[in-house]
């Protein structure tokens, strides 16, 4: 197995550790999806944030994502699908529409 310095060298540029740390950072993006697409496993993902991030930063992140059911497919309430709040707006014809 390498190790994310050497997978960083032969794949990872600048802009996708951007979007990596991006990915992680949001709530709803899966470390799956990490996977799936930049072929980071979470360990690696983690590791990757510890090095991109100041220490306090990565604390506050660490500290956000533990134990968070929508950070793992197996743990998320919705299977299909996207999750849409229910108080979020509809759009039409390109304006929100007024309650």
């Excluded at 993006?29 to 090095?51: C, G, H, S, W």
């Excluded at 956000?64 to 759009?91: D, L, N, P, W, Y």
Aim: hydrophobic residues 35%; contains cysteine.
């Amino acid at each position: 197995m390498r190790s994310i310095v050497s997978i960083e060298k032969d794949q990872l540029s600048v802009v996708d550790i951007d979007r990596i740390v991006e990915m992680a950072w949001e709530d709803r993006t899966p470390f799956d999806a990490i996977e799936y697409q930049y072929n980071l496993k979470e360990q690696e993902v983690i590791e990757l944030m510890r090095r991109e991030l100041k220490s306090k930063s990565f604390k506050l992140w660490r500290k956000r994502v533990q134990g968070r059911s929508t950070k793992h497919m197996k743990k998320r309430i919705f299977a299909e699908g996207r999750f849409k709040c229910s108080r979020q707006r509809s759009i039409s014809r390109n304006k929100i529409t007024k309650r």
